[in-house]
Structure formats: structure tokens, C-alpha cells
């Protein structure tokens, strides 16, 4: 009998330990992989092999380090549970083709993944992906792989420590001595996941204080219900700024890739805020200019900072799979999502939760203003902007008949407010007369829909949302 399908959706492919992300099934998924590289690449480059602190993800990435190795690749694994910016940012320190990544990012305790990266340390397009899925076999009886212990003696697979290059990538982006000299209180909650430890790696040894929760490996996330940087999963967090007078909170996601932030008086400030945040900051505070890349769920405030500063604002897919080729394409000066994920110039065309908040403290030193502040004056500049998402969980079966109700809807309005158009490039992207937006949108790696919405007024948060509901029959 055939195995399940591996397919891969909005980053990567992911799965229920287990039940579907399994020994076999990653060794199957790693043998698409290495065909694809091989293919693109040839063999003469390695290959990077990382993992988060997720249940027997270390075990996972040897796997997948046994079957590259096999297939005639030469592997470089990483020592312990590594953020996914510094996995990435090994691809092209160490010149390799690509890389292989074992996490499940934000998901639930239940779940892991695998993450696929091109040469330059980003996301594959989706057409990659498409090629990697057709290399996937039926069955792992067939995929070759020998056993680390072989690979290691053979050299076919080496451990090698990813820190050092890209702590030296860090120190040229910014000014560390600057931060550390702030004397800034920052609360760092890591988690549980592979963001422990790097705030204080880089902000130690000055007046900046980090205190830091949540840094242990603990798979089954205590105190959240993921590792994602969003309310409540950020409350305790929240709590233990404003208990500890922290100037600002940083959060990072289960892998690092991602940001959350809180603000002075333990307030969540949105990701879809932040992004306009950094984005001014390198417009406006380091004077640079370049493209702006934006997947069509987050800030219409991008456009408006496009506008003042005379840069090009594009739009996306939502994943990274469309943002990093986007950003390699037009050379763009930040690239970004709805989900906390920001990337830079001069960088990878990766998320990286760590530089991001890093820039956000600069923003802080340099301006000399809280993060209350900072929104102040981002707003004084384009507006102001009130977003929210409700994720709804679907029962197998179900995601077909909401698709198919919101397939043919083509409302006049929305909360109240005129329809100006609707883009269905991913989802359904309903523009709104006030320059707002509601998305609704199927997830790509789990059971999930989900409603978004971004418009100018507090008050009309609610009424969207509602609508959005009713629109796929849950209002």
C-alpha cells in the first residue's frame, strides 16, 4: 500500500508525531529533497541539517542526515537545537546548496515539520517545491541511507557549530556596543524554543539588562498553547513585563524565525504594527531605500510609508516561499508577513526573530522612546491601524463546503463599510473604501481558517470580523 502524500504547504511540511511525521516518512521527504538538489545543485556543495527543541527533533535531523549522505551529499549537522536565521545564515557562510530544516515552527506540541532551504539560506518557490514533492517515493523501503555512525567515520557527515558566522553577520548589521550601553530592561520570552540565550548573548556585558523566561527545552510548551508569538501565548510574558518594569518585550517563536512584541506597560503590540515599525526605522533612522516586500495579509501602512519615502511596495502570496524569492528578485530592503516574520537586506532572505528584535531595540535607543512611543509616532506619520485574526479550527471534511461558500460570495460590504475590490490571489482579500482589508484565508500546513482584518477606526474591528465569519457559514 502507498504512504500518505507528503506535501508542502505555506513553509514546508508538517505533521503529527507519529501519526504522519514519521521515521519513514521524513527519510521519504529527504530523499525528494536530496533528488532535487542533486538536480539543481550537483553534489559537490554540502548540505545543512538542523533542528529545534521539539520532541526528538534531533533524532529526526539525523535521519534526514543519514539519507542525504546516502544519496551522495555530503552533510554539515548542526551540534544542538539551532535558531532557524542562523541555520539559514549557515547556507551561505559555508557556501552550501541548501538546507534541510526539522521543525514545526508555532505548532502545537503534537506536531513537527521539515523545512527545505534554497542556496541562499531562503525559502524554495513554489515550483521547487512542486519538483521536491514528484522526487517524494511512495514508500522509504526504496530510500537509500547509512548509519550516522558510518557517515561520520566516512566524513560524509560532519557536526560543525553555525554560531560563529553568524554572530559575526550581527555585529556588522548593528551596533552592539550602543545597545548594551542603553540601559534598557529587556524581558526576552524564548518559548521554550532555539531563542534561548541569543538576546543575552548579544546584549550582555553593559548596562542593558536581559531577563529572560521560558528558556528551557520543554516539548510540551507549558504555560501556551504553542510557541506562537501571538496572544494569550504571550500572557505570561506580558505579565513579567510590567512585574518587572521592562522597558519592552521580546518574544521569539518555537524556531526564532519569528517576532512578538510587547510594549512598556505589558501591552501586545501586532505583528502587522511592528512591520511598519522596522520598516520606518530603516527608512527613516538609517536613511536606507529599497523595495519593500509584503504578503497580502499584513500592513496597507506599507504602502503608505512607500508612498512618503518613494519606494516600491510589492505583494505577495502569503509564505515565505513567495516573499524570499521576491526579495532575491528586486533586492528588497525588508521583506515580510502577517505572522511575525521579518527579513532583511545585507542578510538571508530568511525570517530572522532575533535580528528583528535587535533593530526594534536600536529603533528604541536611537529615537530614545519607549515602544507606546514608537506607535505614536509611526501613527503621527501614516495613520493609525487596528488589526485582529480569529483562527477557527475545521473538522475533517469541512474545509470544502466554508471554500465553497466563500468561492462564490461578492458582498457590497463589509462591517458596514464598501467593498473596493477583492483579490484572490491567496484567499480572499476583500479591500475595503477606508483602505482597510479582510482576508479570509485556508491554511497551508494546518486544519485551519483563518479571518483577518486591518482597518483605520478601533470600532470597526468587530463588525469585519463578524462579517468574515458569516461569510464561510461560522457567523
Known sequence: MAADAILFGTDGWRGRIAEDFTFASVRRA???????????????RPVIVGYDRRFASEHFAECAAEVLAANGLTVLLTQEATPT????????????????????SHNPPSDNGFKVRDRHGGAIAPEGLAEIEAQIPDSAASVPRIPLSEGLRSRSIAFFDPKPPYVNQIQGLLDLERLRAAGLTVMVDAMWGNGAGWFARFLSGGKTQVIQIHGERNPVFPEMSRPEPIPPNVDVGLAATKTQAADVLLVTDGDADRLGVGDEHGEFIDQLRVFALLAYYLLEVRGARGPIVKTLSTTAL???????????????????KYVAPKMLEVDALIGGEESGGYAFRHHVPERDGILAGLYLLDMMVQLRRKPSELIELLFESVGPSYYKRIDTALEAGDRQARENAIRSAAPQTVG????????????????????GWLLIRFSGTEPIV???CETTHQEWVEPILADGLRLIGLG
Open 30 to 44: 529527504t530523499h525528494g529533497y536530496a533528488q532535487f538538489l542533486l538536480k539543481a545543485e550537483g553534489s559537490s
Open 85 to 104: 536565521p542562523v541555520i539559514s545564515f549557515a547556507v551561505v557562510a559555508n557556501s552550501a546548496a541548501g538546507a534541510v530544516n526539522i521543525t514545526a
Open 302 to 320: 506599507l504602502h503608505k510609508l512607500g508612498s512618503i519615502y518613494q519606494v516600491p511596495v510589492y505583494e505577495t502570496g502569503v509564505g515565505f
Open 416 to 435: 458596514g463599510l464598501r467593498v473596493s475590490s477583492i483579490n484572490r490571489t491567496d484567499g480572499y482579500k476583500f479591500e475595503l473604501e477606508d483602505g
Open 450 to 452: 483563518r479571518v483577518y
